[in-house]
C-alpha cells in the first residue's frame, strides 16, 4: 500500500501560480510514473501531467507552456508548478503515482485530491 499526500491547491486570480506537491510513502520499491490528474465539475478526469522514472515527461495540450512537471527522487515527492492560470483550470487535482511495492507485487495509487481555484 501507498500513501499519498497532496498539498498547494488554494484559490488564485487569473495569470497567478501555485505548486502542488505530492509525497509517497509506504512499502515502495520503486516508482515507475508520477503523475497530476485533474477533474472539473461535470467533466472525466483527465491527465494533466505525467513523469516516468527516467525523467521523461507528458502534457495536455492545454498546459503546455505554463505548467512544469518535476520529481525528487529521494523525497518521492512530484511537483506540479502551474504558472499563468486561467479560470478553466479550476479543477481537483489528483496525484497519482505506479510501481512495485517491496513485495513485488504493483502498485498504481491516488491521492486524496486538492483543489486549485482561479477566479477571473
Not at 491547491?9 to 510513502?25: H, I, T
Not at 495540450?61 to 504558472?83: C, E, H, P, W
Amino acid at each position: 500500500q501507498v500513501h499519498l499526500v497532496e498539498s498547494g491547491g488554494g484559490l488564485v486570480q487569473a495569470g497567478g501560480s501555485l505548486r502542488l506537491s505530492c509525497v509517497a510513502s509506504g512499502s515502495i520499491f520503486n516508482i515507475n510514473a508520477m503523475g497530476w490528474y485533474r477533474q472539473a465539475p461535470g467533466k472525466q478526469r483527465e491527465l494533466v501531467a505525467r513523469i516516468i522514472s527516467g525523467g521523461g515527461t507528458v502534457y495536455v495540450d492545454s498546459v503546455k507552456g505554463r505548467f512544469t512537471i518535476s520529481k525528487d527522487n529521494a523525497k518521492n515527492t512530484v511537483y506540479l508548478q502551474m504558472n499563468s492560470l486561467k479560470p478553466e483550470d479550476t479543477a481537483v487535482y489528483y496525484c497519482n503515482v505506479n510501481g512495485r511495492l517491496r513485495n513485488s507485487f504493483p502498485y498504481n495509487d491516488w491521492g486524496q485530491g486538492t483543489q486549485v481555484t482561479v477566479s477571473s
